[in-house]
């Protein structure tokens, strides 16, 4: 199964969904046409389903170790890295498995892409979840790679950096 596109599909479609959710909601004192496009819409956003929301389902109850398939979508979704409703508490419920596995070479490279990605753009509330995983995934370059990010000319790159080498062990 191809869990990227499935992962960017929801994504796009659950931002569609929401941005026409907030539409609507701002003209919904208007008229009762309003009112009822607002309505639709927000039983729309609530009735979308994904057979991602299934599948972090199954990694949060039985777990990852003993199933590549739910392991590839583990990695998947950490690599997309969705922005979405609930994406972040998805994340966040799906790290910790990750703790439990011995990790691939190319495992390892898809979290610390994410990490320096997060660094380099924003550090959303799960940002912390994900720099938990940084003794897991540690080596010289990417070492290497923190330390420059870490004496970075803009100022909230360097913070987050800072943040993130904190959880190096030395």
Same mark, same amino acid.
């Given at each position: ?39 639709? =819409?927000?039983?729309? #956003? @609530?009735?979308?389903?994904?057979? %991602?929301?299934?599948?972090? *389902?199954?990694?949060? /109850? ?60 924003? =550090?959303?509330?799960? #940002? @912390?979840?994900?720099?938990?995983? %940084?003794?897991?995934?540690? *080596?010289?370059?990417? /070492? ?27």
């Amino acid at each position: 199964m191809d869990y990227l596109e499935l992962i960017t599909t929801c994504e796009r479609d659950l931002n569609a969904l929401q941005g026409a959710l907030h539409a609507t909601s701002e003209h919904r004192t208007k008229s009762a046409n309003h009112r009822e496009q607002c309505v639709r =819409a927000a039983k729309a #956003f @609530r009735a979308y389903d994904s057979p %991602i929301f299934d599948l972090v *389902d199954q990694c949060r /109850r039985f777990g990852i170790k003993n199933a590549p398939e739910l392991r590839a979508f583990v990695f998947a979704y950490i690599q997309c890295d969705p922005y979405f409703y609930r994406s972040g508490y998805m994340l966040e419920q799906l790290l910790p498995k990750v703790k439990q596995l011995s990790l691939s070479e190319f495992e390892k490279a898809v979290i610390q892409r994410t990490i320096l990605k997060r660094i380099e753009t924003k =550090a959303l509330r799960n #940002f @912390r979840h994900l720099c938990r995983l %940084i003794h897991y995934v540690d *080596d010289a370059p990417f /070492r290497d790679a923190l330390r420059a990010r870490a004496n970075s000319s803009d100022p909230q790159m360097r913070r987050r950096a800072k943040f993130a080498l904190a959880y190096l062990s030395d």
